[in-house]
């Protein structure tokens, strides 16, 4: 520990004078965007009109925040660093927003709120105030990757800012109410897979202040010897600063700042030197200050300062309250805001010769815009990696497993700026041919038999979807590139880190300033119609719903058909800025449809019609049979067949769907077919048969509006599974072959009395397919092997 000798070093009396005067300075912004509404600088004593008439926000934190932002920027000027902010207690914009004007960035990207007394009195309105700012560190927040509207992933981004950022220290505050989540909890082990000879650095600092909105805080009342445990048990080494007295807390955060950064120095230099890279014992700091500090210390009688009443507004009803506004005025006075700002309202010299300047601001810091320093990927070329397809359905190949050699070579191609995301399942999703060129990501211990884990590895894999997604939201937040490729079924885990990236991206659209990053694309295999072996625990594909549900601008939805198609679509997500691209493909061999070049264009044009499967001639159809995903669009085919073999002169065409999001129309999301199209390849008035790949209801939700809707007949998954053979699982969900076949028979007008025996073949057809896997325990080989043949011109045999 240090010494009080080097407490006392760490700085010299006017270095405290001044980072006290600058927390001061801080602390009052902050206070007065929670309250005022205008006499910002208290030129006449307060009146109620100079409050606002709905108070808002979060105080508890931000005193502590204040602090540790005030002393970044004094190592950050002493060490030339190249630093970042991401602050996880959720409401603690008033405090980091108070920061950015004070170092100039806030006016720099809102001219209308200059540094003076005029922008001063706008920066106090806007806040949680209608047509104004959040109370979280949003986006609106320059310097800021981290929304805090939902707790638990700051670690997480902090560390995917931090890979492949060498020279990049990121400061990162975790709540000790953010503390008690399972992502944070998690996010600690993501030291494990940090390459100081490659990464920048993560500072954790664990602000305890011992209350949440209502009750204590595990973290704070655990025994000390307990947390330090916890935090070294992760890998860490911790130093505690703790107190009340703010001479003694500046000197020694001060301290275990510089002690820190000079370990974050000779872990990396150590690393660089050209030795054998091991995983460091990485520093963080426990800061415990009191809750609320600085502010009213008894409301009524009753202690506030340092307990859970000063969480959030600590002075309620203050326009109708003299008692409070009293108050109110005496605690702003407190800190002295004649001292700290001159006559127009700009901070004093001193306060402006603090921070830093420029890019060195964090604020400023470019890599917090992550699309100001974006750079293209370098893809190879898709249709090198293509498969052959001399004829439709031949040959069977795993769509994934084609895409892997592919996402190799982009490995390969972008060393610094592209990874590989997945909790443990990369390889099961048959992308494992990136291991061809790199390794996973791991700083821990091997042993013999280990199967690709190094240091240098860019295959991010971790059995915690919250991390996989953090990191990646972090990475991308920040400037690079990255794929998540999970099993369909539990990527829901991260359902709320969506909400929150999806708001990101929706907000930032509509910020001048913030430059677009590289999409979220997220790569799902192992669906639900093939995770029959692990059964119904694995089968969902409802988190199609929940995307569909964000902002149309933002969102994107693929199901290629086959293994070309993938490789389209993958190519174009990873070409493309600022949405979230789901993409669902499957990883068992399966029939492959298209050429590269025809799956090209039907990727481009979204869905269209297969001419090769139709049989309506250019004419009016009696039928459209529509399919979305890949054992929906096997399925329909081999209904098509069995429809052309046995109602030959009944006129069939067939759709098939790739981007869902062209079911909508133009009105409704950006990529939507206008009506007249739609109408053209669906038709106005004719049965529509649609298999889909998941629950069919939103099929129905993204049609409503079309003419023909009441004529839309959805197949899809119906919470029917179990652990079966493929084709059973089809089955059991109304999706095969010989339903489909019964369904045109049942929807097509005049169809069924003429089609009845054929119905009961069907019928009989699907008990036949039901037996054989009851007694052999696979599928009949007839459905099983089922090719389609392409018709031969009996004119051009």
Known sequence: MDTAEDVQRALTDDELRRLDAYWRAANYLTVGQIYLLGNPLLREPLTPDDIKP???????????????????????????????LVTGPGHGGPAIVANTWLEGTWSERYHDVARDETGMARLFRQFSFPGGIPSHVASDVPGSIHEGGELGYALSHAYGAAFDHPDLVVACVVGDGEAETGPLAGSWLSNVFLNPARDGAVLPILHLNGYKIANPTVLARIPETDLLDLMRGSGYEPYVVAGDDPSVVHRTLAATMDRALDEIATIQRRARSGGVVERPRWPMIILRTPKGWTGPREVDGTEV????????????????????????????????????????????????????????????????????????????????????????????????????????????????????????????????????????????????GDDHLSPDGRVMEVLSEHLCQGWLEGYLLTGRHGVFTSYEAFIHIVDSMLNQHAKWLKVTRAIPWRQPIASLNYLLSSHVWRQDHNGFS???????????NKKAEVVR????????????????CLRSRHYINVVVAGKQPAPNWLTVDEAIQHTRRGLGIWEWASTDDDCE??????????????????????????????????????????????????????????????????????????????????????????NLHVRGYKEEGTTTTPFDMVMLNDLDRFHLVIDVIDRVPGLGARAAHLRQQMVDARQAARDYTRRYGEDDPQVAEWRWVRETDPTNP
Not at 559 to 570: H, I, K, S
Request: hydrophobic share 40%; charged share 20%.
């Open 54 to 84: 709905r108070l808002l926000g979060h105080w508890g934190t931000s005193p502590g925040l204040n602090l540790i932002y005030a002393h970044l920027n004094r190592v950050i000027v002493a060490r030339d660093l190249n630093a970042m």
């Open 305 to 448: 300062e340092g307990t859970y009443r000063a969480h959030q507004v600590p002075l309620s009803g203050v326009r109708d309250n003299p008692a409070h506004l009293a108050e109110l005025e005496r605690w702003l006075r407190s800190y002295r805001p004649e001292e700290l700002f001159d006559a127009t309202g700009a901070p004093v010299d001193d306060l402006r010769t603090l921070p830093p300047h420029g890019d060195r601001r964090m604020s400023a810091n470019p890599v917090t815009n992550g699309g100001v320093v974006l750079r293209d990927l370098a893809l190879p070329d898709f249709g090198e990696y293509g498969v052959d397809v001399p004829e439709p359905g031949q040959p069977m190949a795993g769509a994934t497993g084609v895409l892997g050699p592919w996402i190799r070579d982009v490995i390969a191609a972008n060393p610094q700026t592209f990874r590989l995301f997945g909790p443990d399942e990369v390889a099961s999703n048959r992308l494992d041919a990136a291991f061809e060129v790199t390794d996973r990501a791991w700083m821990a211990a091997t042993v013999p």
């Open 538 to 548: 694995h089968q969902d594909p409802g988190f199609i719903d929940h995307v569909v």
């Open 557 to 572: 939805v693929y199901l290629p058909p086959d293994a070309n198609t993938l490789l389209a679509t993958m190519d174009h």
């Open 621 to 710: 159809p009696d039928v459209v049979l529509a399919c979305c995903g890949d054992v929906p669009t096997l399925e329909t085919l081999a209904a098509a067949d069995l429809l052309r073999e046995h109602l030959p002169e009944l006129k069939v065409r067939l759709v098939n769907v790739v981007d869902l999001m062209r079911l909508q129309p133009d009105t409704e999301h950006p990529h939507g077919l206008p009506d007249k199209e739609f109408d053209t390849i669906f038709t106005p008035d004719r049965p529509v048969i649609f298999a889909y790949h998941g629950y069919p209801w939103l099929i129905h939700r993204l049609t409503y509006r079309r003419s023909n809707h009441e």
